[in-house]
């Protein structure tokens, strides 16, 4: 079995509310885009992947299997590892969507989701953490009264602009739905140690679950020397790339939680990987969402399913897509998702879709 040709696919879907508009630091976004990845094996077999836009850097183009056809065409699908060490693939976005349709076309190969080529189901219903940007603190209360009608528990908010902001947004969240929401903030790098060390202790009174990566990824051990300065517990994610980074990160005790994603890390099974890692350090993981559609979103429901060290709710924003690229559309229902049960991903491209929100 060989791989007999590579498309690649630039998508745009758009977003509602209580999504979008989505306010970070860096930007305000109202639509999700990603790279989706398909691979043609010579029995016909068809595997899909996905990797997020890049908002940072140079951006994905969608012409990129030009370039994948000579890395990709002629190898064995399925030879999972031997791509990681020898394909030449470059170690994020674009491997881990080429990995996550190489997961794909093995399940349908042997007939099984993929969640029991993982290790076998450990949970069937994964729990959701709800997503919120940046908003006016009497915006964010309205949606977190919302989130509490549709069933989530936990709540991660973007941060990051300024602190002051950060924390009052905070306690407008604690005021309008006290402790029915655990609460999660991700300043997404921004702030210096001695900020992030205030920030943390004024966030003290408010009981987060964590404070998600308040300083520069390579700053590890302010990130120690951090956590024995507050009762805040701190997570890290922009740091959590590498399985030799994430050794630091737990012989430090820089991290009190860890949250990979397969495009920083490069596909399911350095996920998976990192996360039994992590397991013999005590530490949990949460898989990080980049607004993901269907494929990317099935995968990350298949990583959790088989691997318990993923214990917490992991972040989704699927709910606040208006459409997708899959034929059936997964239903949340209470904060939770049901693992697909069918081969591979478990999943079927709507190809009619695809070429809808094609840019």
């Given at each position: ?16 509310y ?9 930007r305000a ?31 994905l ?25 020898n394909?030449?693939l ?7 969507g ?7 076309i ?15 189901m ?20 309205e ?16 941060a ?17 739905v ?5 609460l ?25 679950q ?15 020397r ?18 030799e ?14 949250l ?5 890390c ?21 898989m ?27 972040d ?14 997964f239903?949340i ?27």
């Amino acid at each position: 079995m060989k791989i007999r040709d590579v498309a690649t696919f630039l998508v745009e879907l758009p977003q509602k509310y209580p999504i979008a508009p989505y306010q970070s630091r860096y930007r305000a976004a109202s639509r999700t885009g990603a790279l989706l990845i398909r691979l043609e094996c010579n029995d016909g077999t068809i595997g899909w992947g996905e990797a997020p836009q890049r908002y940072l850097g140079e951006k994905l183009t969608g012409s990129e299997a030009v370039q994948l056809r000579a890395q990709l065409v002629g190898h064995d699908p399925t030879a999972i590892s031997a791509m990681y060490a020898n394909w030449g693939l470059d170690g994020g976005y674009i491997q881990s969507g080429v990995e996550m349709a190489m997961w794909d076309i093995l399940g349908k190969v042997c007939g099984q989701p993929l969640y029991k080529l993982l290790g076998g189901m450990v949970r069937e219903r994964i729990e959701l953490a709800c997503c919120m940007g940046l908003r006016p603190p009497h915006e964010a209360a309205e949606i977190a009264k919302l989130y509490v009608k549709m069933g989530f528990t936990t709540l991660k908010t973007k941060a990051g602009r300024d602190p002051n902001e950060d924390v009052a947004f905070v306690k407008a969240i604690r005021d309008a739905v006290g402790d029915k929401l655990q609460l999660r903030i991700d300043p997404n790098t921004a702030y210096s140690a001695e900020v992030a060390e205030q920030l943390a202790k004024d966030l003290e009174p408010y009981n987060l679950q964590y404070l998600e990566q308040p300083t520069p990824a390579d700053l590890l051990e302010d990130s120690a020397r951090l956590r024995k300065l507050t009762s805040t517990p701190l997570a890290l994610n922009e740091s959590v790339t590498t399985l030799e980074q994430v050794r630091r990160i737990l012989e430090l005790e820089a991290a009190a939680v860890l949250l990979p994603d397969t495009y920083q890390c490069g596909g399911l099974w350095p996920c998976k990987l990192i996360g039994d890692l992590a397991a013999s350090a005590g530490v949990p993981c949460v898989m990080h969402c980049a607004h993901d559609l269907g494929p990317k979103t099935a995968a990350m429901l298949h990583l959790v399913a088989s691997t318990p060290n993923y214990s917490l709710a992991n972040d989704c924003t699927y709910y606040g897509l208006e459409d997708d690229v899959i034929s059936r559309p997964f239903k949340i229902n209470q904060g939770h998702l049901l693992v697909p049960q069918g081969p591979g991903l478990g999943i079927e491209i709507d190809v009619e879709k695809v070429h809808k929100y094609r840019i």
